[in-house]
């Protein structure tokens, strides 16, 4: 089955220290790529996306994400977190176009806990 | 954040009642979908529609079923709450198939007990 897999349940870490969250996919061909926060107690906000071009993708406060297509990851990165970078977040992708592409499959989410 | 609104926000019920969740927006989005979240599984699809009157399954549709009689409605009915659906729902919408993302609402919690 079609999947996507965050291999870190969770990651602690000390404020100014680099992240990285892996997620990988087994989908084949074009697909679009996210990563998503949830802070605790509220819901799901985008952070960044990928459709196509340059597989290094910027996004909010200070997040950036590299798509490699050979192995089929999408890493997400930041270079110094901080206490507020505490949440959970999601990676999620769109199929290619044809059946099954409306749907946006999730992995099941790594819990960052940053210490201050 | 996108025009999205849950209702209700919190709901606690009895095991072997019907249970209806809406979800309404205001963006005029083509695609919704309703979502549970549980502790080590992430979000999942039980749902998903495409336009009105036209909905599918998702991963995990059994117990679920959903209806979209307008554009801005989608509504999710628990036909007979089981103590296994208690968790996190949320819904979320997305302007079309391809190059867009989803917003999320901010979620029903559901209890059965």
């Known amino acids: 089955a079609q999947s996507v897999s965050q291999h870190n349940h969770h990651v602690i870490l000390s404020e100014a220290a680099s992240l990285e969250l892996g997620c990988n996919y087994s989908?084949?061909?074009?697909?679009?790529l996210f990563w998503y926060v949830q802070y605790p107690g509220q819901h799901l906000q985008l952070l960044l996306k990928?459709?196509?071009?340059?597989?290094l993708v910027k996004g909010i406060k200070g997040f950036e994400a590299e798509f490699i297509k050979s192995k089929f990851s999408f890493n997400l990165r930041k270079p110094s977190v901080q206490w507020s970078d505490t949440a959970e977040y999601f990676c999620?992708?769109?199929?290619?176009?044809?059946?099954?592409?409306?749907?946006?499959?999730f992995g099941k989410g790594t819990k960052l806990s940053v210490i201050p | 954040d996108a025009g999205i609104t849950q209702s209700p926000r919190h709901k606690v019920t009895e095991t072997g009642t019907p249970v209806t969740l809406r979800c309404h927006q205001t963006?005029?989005?083509?695609?919704m979908y309703w979502y549970r979240q549980d502790p080590g599984h992430g979000l999942r699809l039980i749902h998903y529609?495409?336009?009105?009157?036209?909905?599918d399954k998702g991963e995990v549709s059994d117990g679920y079923s959903v209806s979209r009689s307008k554009t801005e409605d989608f509504l999710l009915t628990l036909e007979s709450a089981t103590s296994s659906q208690t968790s996190v729902y949320f819904c979320?919408?997305?302007?079309?198939?391809?190059?867009?993302?989803?917003?999320f609402g901010q979620g029903t919690r559901l209890t059965v007990v």
């Open positions: 999620a992708v769109k199929p290619p176009e044809g059946a099954g592409s409306y749907q946006l499959t």
């Open positions: 979320a919408i997305s302007l079309g198939q391809g190059l867009s993302e989803a917003f």
């Open positions: 963006e005029n989005h083509r695609y």
């Open positions: 989908y084949g061909g074009t697909v679009n």
């Open positions: 990928y459709f196509s071009g340059d597989p």
């Open positions: 529609s495409y336009g009105v009157k036209d909905t």
